[in-house]
């Protein structure tokens, strides 16, 4: 029996702050993101319709709260990100990330420091694409074929060239799993939003075990992860160390990070 081509959409964006970065996203088929996609619109016309007016989720903005959230209250913040977190807990959608430690990255790679987003975005672009890899290899359909979806910023070229530089690195043997990558924006591409929800609860947690050592997950982070396929990794000053030693290479079945359950 001929058996459909399975194609998958990774939709990613990154969080930062002085001390950690993260780029995170989901990985699912087209049925998944469309459905996803309807309820999420829908969930931010009810907002609109009760005289709150919102053009996107932007978790950094509902946190705050400040820009398009500046007037609501802890109450309706709490329970917008609830409803669309509902949202994505009926999705068969699974979780890819990867952080790094950037005050270790420009101590490790001191010419890293003029720009160091740069140097991670490159790094965890690249980790998420192994490890997406790896988890496609070992599923009923290691044929499927992946799409990468990220949100537009200064910083595409580098998202595209860490892209490249692992799709045709003929070491790696996995590039053809990928056929293509492209910078969105969120007017276009509305699965953007909730890679948004997920680097900002990803990359606090991050923040969190870096500056405090705790591992303690923001509750909206929880459920986001419960019940479904989670891969999160994050790079600390001993594997930067260890990258530094082998020369930036990569060993590719395995990567290089020590893995985190998130």
Same mark, same amino acid.
Request: aromatic share 10%; hydrophobic share 35%; net charge positive.
């Given at each position: ?15 930062? =702050? ?34 709150? &007016? ?6 950094? %903005?509902?946190?705050? &709260? ?17 409803? +669309? ?18 005050? #270790? ?16 975005? %490159? ?7 192994? =490890? ?10 290691? =044929? #499927?074929?992946?799409?990468? +979806? ?40 509305? &699965?953007?939003?909730?890679?948004? +929800? ?39 000053? #001993? ?9 930036? #290479? ?10 985190? =359950?998130?």
């Amino acid at each position: 029996r001929n058996e459909v081509l399975l194609v998958l959409t990774f939709h990613g964006d990154e969080s930062y =702050d002085p001390t950690a970065f993260i780029f995170a996203g989901w990985l699912g088929a087209q049925k998944e993101w469309e459905r996803t996609e309807a309820q999420w619109v829908k969930r931010l016309e009810f907002e609109r319709r009760n005289g709150r &007016p919102l053009s996107r989720f932007h978790a950094a %903005d509902c946190e705050k &709260p400040s820009g398009e959230y500046k007037y609501w209250t802890k109450e309706q913040t709490t329970n917008h990100v609830t409803k +669309l977190v509902d949202i994505i807990q009926r999705r068969a959608l699974g979780i890819f990330a990867a952080g790094v430690d950037l005050r #270790a990255l420009v101590e490790v790679y001191p010419g890293d420091a003029k720009d160091p987003i740069a140097a991670a975005y %490159d790094l965890c672009v690249r980790q998420v694409m192994i =490890d997406i890899a790896r988890g496609i290899k070992n599923s009923i359909r290691p =044929d #499927a074929k992946i799409t990468i +979806l990220f949100d537009r910023s200064k910083y595409n070229g580098v998202v595209e060239r860490a892209f490249d530089k692992l799709k045709y690195d003929p070491q790696w043997g996995h590039g053809s799993m990928f056929v293509g990558r492209s910078p969105m924006c969120w007017e276009d591409c509305v &699965p953007l939003q909730p890679a948004d +929800l997920l680097a900002f609860d990803t990359r606090r947690m991050l923040y969190a075990r870096l500056r405090y050592n705790s591992t303690t997950m923001r509750r909206s982070l929880q459920r986001l992860a419960h019940n479904r396929p989670v891969k999160g990794r994050y790079f600390d000053r #001993a594997m930067l160390e260890r990258l530094k030693q082998m020369g930036q #290479a990569y060993r590719h079945e395995e990567g290089l990070s020590v893995q985190e =359950d998130v």
